[in-house]
């Protein structure tokens, strides 16, 4: 063999092997698409999730990336076929809309490998399943409830309220003060209407009630929903901002006066915990309550929470690295050490239904903040939740329920034609198989 053909060979060999190394040191970035969030709370998300999977994965890139208005932006990308990585949604309602339509990795394998189906609770993995599979996990595992000023409350002698009797009666007496009772607004979200009427059609009838219309078994037409919307019309219509400033509020304005004793409640879930903890929200020395909400009818259970899936995480199916992006979003759920620097760090917003371990959990975690979560782990073990619309309605009817109580409000339609309408979409949608499945009550 001549010296020039062993030089070929060698040049070929040399540049196979410089090809081999290149592809087994190229790099993959996974991006995911977030909501609008502070500098403080992205970085949060960078130092605690992303730097330390890339640490444990060094050919893996995580870009997190803030998208306004992500809801409209992320449902335009995906349906398109394109988007990012990982899918996220503000509850299964959403999440299953895009798993119906394909756009989705079933999760099912990942999740046994990690053995998160012995660690999340059942309801949290049978809301996300659509057709038997499993295609978005809960980043938030929440609950509606009620904020409150505590100084303002302990300086007027008031009580959270347990029943009917005692919410009409506390509203009055802050309106007597000249308060408002509650504070709120929609400008930024609209759906956050729904939180109200989650509340109202769960502690009025009842949560055995509210399973019966999911499974199917009751009419969403039946009095005692009608008759939760009329007392909520009427609730929202005296102890609220009226409607040309509550449609013109923002968290950034109505949280603040509850803060200054403008107002004196919040109606609202987990999430507003990451509100509290900073002084542009909370800009006063009173201190912060937090209470289940009321009972609404005699005979209704107290205490119990509306439990809800405010987050969910997925797979883009048409992801360029699947199988990466479903580790890292196992990975990021299963890691209890994570999520304890999260309760910190991002309060309200990391609530994974898995068990922290105490000693996880970092000192200066807000103990109000802290006793919400273990009041909710624990109403939920013994069965006492009720149901959040955004979790538990199909997507047509969960858009229903924010837009067409806007009419009630206005007069334009009555509680009885709102809840017919809710009916007839529901049960489309539950013959359709888009609304998630609800286990049985305990």
């Not at 949604?89 to 798993?99: C, D, K, L, S, W």
């Not at 599979?133 to 409150?148: A, H, N, Q, V």
């Not at 903890?277 to 005979?299: H, I, N």
């Amino acid at each position: 063999m001549t010296k020039g053909l062993w030089m070929g060979i060698l040049v070929v060999f040399l540049l196979s092997q410089m090809w081999t190394v290149a592809i087994a040191q190229e790099k993959i970035k996974i991006t995911w698409w977030y909501e609008s969030v502070t500098p403080e709370y992205l970085e949060a998300m960078e130092n605690n999730i992303a730097k330390p999977f890339e640490a444990l994965n060094p050919n893996i890139d995580v870009e997190i990336v803030v998208k306004m208005n992500l809801l409209e932006v992320l449902r335009t990308a995906v349906v398109a076929g394109e988007g990012p990585d990982i899918v996220m949604t503000m509850g299964p309602a959403e999440a299953n809309r895009y798993a119906k339509g394909g756009f989705l990795l079933p999760l099912d394998p990942f999740i046994e490998e990690a053995g998160l189906d012995k660690e999340f609770p059942s309801l949290a993995l049978d809301v996300g399943k659509v057709e038997g599979k499993t295609y978005s996990l809960p980043k938030t595992f929440e609950s509606m409830g009620i904020i409150y000023n505590k100084s303002l409350f302990d300086a007027y002698g008031w009580k959270p309220p347990t029943n009917r009797d005692e919410w009409v009666a506390l509203c009055e007496a802050i309106k007597a003060k000249g308060i408002l009772p509650v504070a709120g607004g929609n400008v930024a979200w609209r759906p956050t209407n729904e939180h109200y009427v989650t509340v109202y059609i769960n502690h009025y009838p009842g949560p055995q009630v509210v399973y019966e219309a999911l499974i199917g078994q009751r009419s969403w037409e039946d009095s005692l929903f009608v008759e939760a919307i009329e007392m909520f019309k009427n609730d929202f219509l005296t102890y609220w901002p009226e409607f040309g400033t509550y449609s013109a509020l923002d968290a950034p304005d109505f949280v603040p006066m509850v803060a200054t004793r403008k107002a004196a409640m919040l109606v609202v879930g987990s999430w507003a915990f990451q509100w509290l903890v900073d002084p542009a929200y909370w800009p006063s020395e009173d201190q912060w309550g937090w209470a289940p909400f009321p009972s609404l009818r005699e005979g209704v259970e107290y205490p119990f929470v509306d439990i809800g899936i405010g987050t969910t995480l997925s797979v883009n199916k048409n992801s360029k690295y699947p199988e990466e992006a479903a580790r890292f979003l196992i990975w990021m759920l299963s890691n209890k050490e994570m999520i304890a620097k999260m309760l910190k760090d991002f309060p309200g917003e990391w609530i994974v239904p898995v068990d922290i371990p105490k000693e996880l959990v970092p000192p200066e975690v807000d103990p109000v903040f802290f006793e919400h979560v273990d009041t909710q782990n624990e109403l939920l073990k013994q069965g006492a939740y009720g149901y959040t619309t955004w979790t538990f309605l199909g997507p047509e009817t969960w858009q229903w329920c924010y837009e067409g109580i806007e009419e009630v409000w206005f007069g334009n339609i009555s509680a009885p034609e709102y809840m017919k309408k809710w009916n007839e979409v529901f049960q489309k949608e539950l013959q359709a198989g888009v609304v998630p499945p609800v286990p049985p009550r305990k």
